[in-house]
């Protein structure tokens, strides 16, 4: 019996040991292959640092091959770590030295949540435990955009005595009457096309990625009209620029400027 229970332990130990052999394997082999990436972004990056200015690439596309670095950067970040957790059967790795951290605005909503033990009774039967402190993190989070319709209900009233009298509340003025977006959609597509240089098919996939049908021709429309409606600020603005001793203005023309005729 007691040789029965012997080889049964050492079939399961080998067995945990094999599983443990394959998911170090697996994970030495992703840092391997990370590794790699990373080297061959860095190889080409030095070439279009001494190759010909003939394949040199345009200055506009110098920040794409830099992102990949950091891209792949990560990805053997986070590679090694697991390695190094599947080599200490699952204790903690050190960290990493953190990047953007302790710098987290103040103005952002803090959204607590308290993660407590399962249970807090001494294990040797004393009673329960006393809170002793705490540890604290704070992570970005987001809460990606969301459409919404905004419905308008304009009620009418009338008089029960005498059925002349009906009133009802004036139709606001929009930006496009009659149309689907409020001033507040087109802000955003305006900042996405000028501040985020977001195309208009682009930002067409992104809201059919909601559901939402809209072709580049209408929301280059609802732009338009934006800034049709905008003139009189940007002249405004141009007025209150030119009073001052020094003006520095970009050479291109801006989209909101009128055309010159």
Known sequence: MIRRMTDTALSEENASLKARLAETEAALEEAVEAQRRLESIVGALQREKFAARSEKLDPEQFNLPL???????????????????????????????????????????????????ESTLCPCGCGEMTRIGEDTSERLDIVPAQFRVLVTRRPPYACRRCSGAVVQAHAPEHVVPGGLPTEALIAQVIVSKFG???????????????????????????????CFHLRPVVAQMREHLKAADRVFMPSRQHPLDAPAG
């Open 67 to 117: 992102e990949d670095v950091e891209l792949a950067q990560g990805v053997l970040e986070a590679a090694q770590e697991r390695a190094k957790r599947a080599l200490k059967e699952g204790a903690a790795a050190p960290r990493a030295p953190g990047r953007n951290r302790g710098h987290l605005p103040k103005h952002l909503p803090r959204i607590e949540r308290v993660i407590a033990p």
């Open 196 to 226: 985020d240089h977001l195309p208009f098919y682009r930002q067409a996939e992104i809201y059919g990625r909601q559901g939402l049908t809209l072709d580049r021709a209408t929301l280059g429309s609802w732009v338009g009209r934006a």
